[in-house]
């Protein structure tokens, strides 16, 4: 993670965005009234899925058991009919 104070985030804002972006390093921005996390819009996305999952216990459950399971019980994405 990437800290800055709220002074060099202005003065830097285009090339911490970019990074942040390009290889998902979040910014924590420290101000005096107290900090804050920038993501990009792939690790928000990846979180706020996480949490959903997190939040259906049976889904949750099925996708640890199935973690264990080998490769030769799935069925490859080719052979799906759409």
Do not use: C, Q
Request: proline letters at 2%; glycine letters at 2%.
């Amino acid at each position: 993670m990437t800290n800055v104070n709220i002074t060099s985030f202005r003065k830097d804002i285009y090339k911490l965005l970019e990074n942040t972006i390009k290889y998902n390093e979040p910014i924590n921005i420290s101000t005096k009234n107290g900090n804050a996390i920038i993501l990009s819009e792939e690790d928000y996305n990846s979180l706020i899925e996480t949490v959903y999952i997190e939040s259906i216990p049976r889904l949750k459950k099925e996708i640890l058991e199935r973690a264990h399971d080998s490769e030769d019980e799935f069925v490859s994405e080719d052979e799906v009919e759409w």
